[in-house]
Structure formats: structure tokens, C-alpha cells
T-cell receptor, first 112, second 114 residues
Framework: ETGVTQTPRHLVMGMTNKKSLKCEQH?????MYWYKQSAKKPLELMFV???????ENNSVPSRFSPECPNSSHLFLHLHTLQPEDSALYLC???????????FGDGTRLSIL | AQSVTQLDSHVSVSEGTPVLLRCNYS??????LFWYVQHPNKGLQLLLK????ATLVKGINGFEAEFKKSETSFHLTKPSAHMSDAAEYFC????WGTGNQFYFGTGTSLTVIP
């Protein structure tokens, strides 16, 4: 139990569907992150939120839309995804800069 | 600029023998360094961290790592491998000057042979 919970654990969707991934932490952390992990590729940072404000967006396609309504919750809204978006999506939180991240177990996303 | 290089993509060891997973980094500032482990279908779990205190860092499950500034290395070791150590290991660097930014290595897959 890391303190970071991601739902759903598995998601299969068609390219025209709209779905959302959810991440929740009650560790009192100020920063939250979305990562994409694809087979045989390095972990890719997608989005960073610090104190509910987005501070980093590493040129992620607009079909991925993050939302951070409060310091405990982070969403990733998905729309019109492509097959290459199939991956494990990991959420993490940390107390702040330079502090270790706590990861959820991820959502395994498959695009048909 | 910050970067992390994990020198081996795959490492195989026999159960009960030592483990060495190598990591080199580049950093413009005083880095913080971490090792994470990822078991199948799980998120990443922190093994240990170096944040400018003692250069030899002890972590969970018998792992330790030594920060060597002169060699810009942070290799992960364990005296005796256990079957449950089979997993993917990631070396991560974070700098004070980069805000909430962590740089991940490409990972090393550890296989433990019975």
C-alpha cells in the first residue's frame, strides 16, 4: 500500500470513446504526476501539478487532458486515443521538489 | 542538464549471489538520487534515496547504494539475491534547480536464477 490509489486498474476502449483515469492520494503531498510507461521505452513524464497548478506539460497530445480539482485528486481525461496510446499509466505524488515520489499501481490501458 | 544512464538493460544472477545494478548520472546541481523497484503489474516502489547525507545509503530488502561524486555513479548492490528480487529497477535523479522534475533511467531487468 503506497497511499496512492488509481482506478480503474484496467481499461479497454475504442478510439472514439471518452474515458477518465483517476488518481487519489491522502498523503498530504503537494505535487502529483502522470507518467506513461510503454513496453521497452523509458518512463515518460506527461504532466506535473504543484499545489493544484500545472507546472509541466511535456508536449503531450491534446487528446490527453489532465485535471487537478484539489491536492488529493488527479484525473486524466482521454478522448479519441490512438493504438499507440496503449500503455501503463502511472500516477505519483510527492511532498515537493526533491522528495521521493509515491506511485500508484497504474491503469493498464488498451486501445482497440 | 540532468540525465541518468543505467548501464545494463538486463542482469541475471544466481540466487544467493551478489547483485550489482549500475547507474551513472549527470547533474548541474547537487542531485538527489533514488532507486525504485517495479514488480509486474505494479507501480514503482522506493528502495532508497540519497539526499546529500551519508554517501552509503541503506534501503529496504537488504539493498544499498553508494554515491560517488567523482565517478558520478550511484550503483545499487545487494550481498545475496533472493528470488523475490526479480523485477525492474529504475535509477532516478532530481535536482534542486529543476523544480518538481525527476529524470528516470531506462530500467534494468533483474532475473534471479534458482
Amino acid at each position: 500500500e503506497t497511499g496512492v490509489t488509481q482506478t480503474p486498474r484496467h481499461l479497454v476502449m475504442g478510439m472514439t470513446n471518452k474515458k477518465s483515469l483517476k488518481c487519489e492520494q491522502h498523503l498530504g503531498h503537494n505535487a502529483m504526476y502522470w507518467y506513461k510507461q510503454s513496453a521497452k521505452k523509458p518512463l515518460e513524464l506527461m504532466f506535473v501539478y504543484s499545489l493544484e497548478e500545472r507546472v509541466e506539460n511535456n508536449s503531450v497530445p491534446s487528446r490527453f487532458s489532465p485535471e487537478c480539482p484539489n491536492s488529493s485528486h488527479l484525473f486524466l481525461h482521454l478522448h479519441t486515443l490512438q493504438p499507440e496510446d496503449s500503455a501503463l499509466y502511472l500516477c505519483a505524488s510527492s511532498p515537493g521538489s526533491d522528495q521521493p515520489q509515491h506511485f500508484g499501481d497504474g491503469t493498464r490501458l488498451s486501445i482497440l | 542538464a540532468q540525465s541518468v544512464t543505467q548501464l545494463d538493460s538486463h542482469v541475471s544472477v544466481s540466487e544467493g549471489t551478489p547483485v550489482l545494478l549500475r547507474c551513472n548520472y549527470s547533474s548541474s546541481y547537487s542531485p538527489s538520487l533514488f532507486w525504485y523497484v517495479q514488480h509486474p503489474n505494479k507501480g514503482l516502489q522506493l528502495l532508497l534515496k540519497y539526499t546529500s547525507a551519508a554517501t552509503l545509503v541503506k534501503g529496504i530488502n537488504g539493498f544499498e547504494a553508494e554515491f560517488k561524486k567523482s565517478e558520478t555513479s550511484f550503483h545499487l548492490t545487494k550481498p545475496s539475491a533472493h528470488m523475490s528480487d526479480a523485477a525492474e529497477y529504475f535509477c532516478v535523479v532530481s535536482d534542486w534547480g529543476t523544480g518538481n522534475q525527476f529524470y528516470f533511467g531506462t530500467g534494468t531487468s533483474l532475473t534471479v536464477i534458482p
